[in-house]
């Protein structure tokens, strides 16, 4: 098993984040007696998460803490593999006392970030939230807390310094920060400094990531990766509650097995990294001012995802659709208040594009049209070599 940043260690550097322990797979046969207290990832002889907190030490506190793990089972009844999971952090944070286990589920590919509290004398998971990226949870270095009031966060070992919204540093300690002031339903910045290690000879100066809120529940992950600051600006002025909704782009594609809704997880819309927006341009809807028409795209597990957001032009509350997984015609429905819209775009060059018989367009531009929905419609694109075709019907 290889602990490796995504996206950032490749070639010679994934050789100096070989685990220090072997057997890091699951294994059906083997049950281990307790957790391990800290990850057995390193980053060369950096330990990345090592054993922290007051309770850390303590043999009682973690075989506990392992029983309440083991009895824990995810929204889809998988339980978590105990030898390749591991206590990040157990002792008292303001008084109270905290555990917080990076749980690998292999039923589910996923990583769990689970967060147990104490009443009386019996540990119980508190929280528990979804990294939605197939691979290890320790692959971050900023970990999100629940707090009574704003938001901690668990550090690893390569953070050097986290800054946070308001650009000071956020004071830690034994890798849990002081709380931070975060909207319930604001995405806010955090970036932090990283040490310079193997898998990242000169550090990094600013590793982004951004919170979508304290609103987001369970087992939504509300940190998103944002290297370049392009979430930040994408999401200026936007309610992430609005957005995480049902109807919104990131809560609006539930998870399925089989035939089957899993309203309990993670939707499959919900954001890993690479929150980002295009203009389509200003067009006048509604009646009003032209207002922007924005491409709103983000990465999940399953794929990029995109949506349409509208910013009326006197201030309004934005208006966005549902998701729609990335495809070379994309429709959307646009719930715009007294006039449900259509929307299709596509970045095809030399296509033809097709709408019903007598379809009204209210905008008709190279890669953009809006109509009126009033009832199911298919539109077409033809290319060169192929013909896309998507259906739409009003939301009910």
């Given at each position: 098993?290889?602990?490796?940043?995504?996206?950032?260690?490749?070639?010679?550097?994934?050789?100096?984040?070989?685990?220090?322990?072997?057997?890091?797979?699951?294994?059906?046969?083997?049950?281990?007696?307790?957790?391990?207290?800290?990850?057995?990832?390193?980053?060369?002889?950096?330990?990345?998460?090592?054993?922290?907190?007051?309770?850390?030490?303590?043999?009682?506190?973690?075989?506990?803490?392992?029983?309440?793990?083991?009895?824990?089972?995810?929204?889809?009844?998988?339980?978590?593999?105990?030898?390749?999971?591991?206590?990040?952090?157990?002792?008292?944070?303001?008084?109270?006392?905290?555990?917080?286990?990076?749980?690998?589920?292999?039923?589910?590919?996923?990583?769990?970030?689970?967060?147990?509290?104490?009443?009386?004398?019996?540990?119980?998971?508190?929280?528990?939230?979804?990294?939605?990226?197939?691979?290890?949870?320790?692959?971050?270095?900023?970990?999100?807390?629940?707090?009574?009031?704003?938001?901690?966060?668990?550090?690893?070992?390569?953070v050097e310094r986290l800054v946070g919204p308001d650009g000071r540093t956020?004071?830690?300690?034994?890798?849990?920060?002081?709380?931070?002031?975060?909207?319930?339903?604001?995405?806010?910045?955090?970036?932090?400094?990283?040490?310079?290690?193997?898998?990242?000879?000169?550090?990094?100066?600013?590793?982004?990531?951004?919170?979508?809120?304290?609103?987001?529940?369970?087992?939504?992950?509300?940190?998103?990766?944002?290297?370049?600051?392009?979430?930040?600006?994408?999401?200026?002025?936007?309610?992430?509650?609005?957005?995480?909704?049902?109807?919104?782009?990131?809560?609006?594609?539930?998870?399925?097995?089989?035939?089957?809704?899993?309203?309990?997880?993670?939707?499959?819309?919900?954001?890993?990294?690479?929150?980002?927006?295009?203009?389509?341009?200003?067009?006048?809807?509604?009646?009003?001012?032209?207002g922007d028409l924005e491409q709103l795209t983000w990465e999940t597990p399953?794929?990029?995802?995109?949506?349409?957001?509208?910013?009326?032009?006197?201030?309004?509350?934005?208006?966005?659709?549902?998701?729609?997984?990335?495809?070379?015609?994309?429709?959307?429905?646009?719930?715009?208040?007294?006039?449900?819209?259509?929307?299709?775009?596509?970045?095809?060059?030399?296509?033809?594009?097709?709408?019903?018989?007598?379809?009204?367009?209210?905008?008709?531009?190279?890669?953009?049209?809006?109509?009126?929905?009033?009832?199911?419609?298919?539109?077409?694109?033809?290319?060169?070599?192929?013909?896309?075709?998507?259906?739409?019907?009003?939301?009910?």
């Amino acid at each position: 098993m290889v602990s490796a940043r995504r996206g950032a260690v490749t070639g010679a550097a994934l050789a100096a984040l070989l685990l220090a322990a072997a057997g890091c797979g699951p294994v059906a046969e083997r049950q281990s007696a307790a957790l391990r207290v800290g990850y057995d990832s390193l980053d060369g002889t950096l330990a990345v998460w090592p054993p922290r907190g007051s309770l850390a030490g303590d043999t009682a506190t973690t075989a506990a803490i392992t029983a309440t793990v083991r009895g824990w089972r995810s929204p889809m009844d998988d339980r978590a593999h105990l030898p390749s999971s591991g206590i990040l952090f157990s002792g008292r944070v303001a008084g109270a006392p905290l555990a917080l286990v990076a749980a690998d589920v292999p039923g589910e590919s996923a990583s769990w970030l689970l967060q147990l509290d104490r009443d009386g004398q019996r540990w119980r998971v508190a929280h528990a939230t979804e990294y939605t990226d197939p691979g290890y949870l320790v692959y971050s270095d900023v970990l999100p807390v629940r707090a009574p009031t704003g938001r901690r966060y668990l550090t690893s070992a390569r953070v050097e310094r986290l800054v946070g919204p308001d650009g000071r540093t956020v004071a830690g300690t034994a890798g849990v920060t002081v709380p931070v002031d975060v909207p319930a339903c604001r995405a806010v910045e955090l970036t932090a400094t990283l040490r310079p290690t193997p898998s990242l000879p000169r550090g990094r100066a600013a590793d982004r990531v951004l919170d979508l809120g304290t609103a987001t529940e369970a087992p939504r992950y509300p940190l998103v990766r944002d290297e370049t600051g392009a979430g930040k600006r994408a999401l200026s002025g936007l309610d992430t509650c609005v957005l995480a909704g049902e109807r919104g782009p990131f809560g609006s594609a539930p998870r399925r097995v089989g035939d089957r809704d899993m309203p309990r997880s993670v939707p499959e819309s919900w954001p890993m990294a690479k929150i980002a927006t295009r203009s389509l341009g200003e067009v006048a809807l509604g009646g009003g001012e032209p207002g922007d028409l924005e491409q709103l795209t983000w990465e999940t597990p399953g794929g990029t995802m995109t949506a349409v957001l509208y910013r009326p032009a006197d201030g309004g509350a934005p208006v966005v659709s549902p998701a729609d997984r990335s495809t070379t015609l994309q429709a959307y429905h646009l719930p715009l208040p007294g006039q449900p819209l259509a929307v299709l775009t596509w970045r095809t060059r030399d296509a033809s594009f097709a709408a019903p018989p007598g379809t009204a367009r209210l905008v008709d531009r190279p890669g953009l049209v809006v109509v009126e929905q009033t009832d199911k419609q298919t539109f077409s694109l033809a290319g060169t070599e192929q013909t896309w075709y998507r259906s739409l019907s009003p939301a009910r």
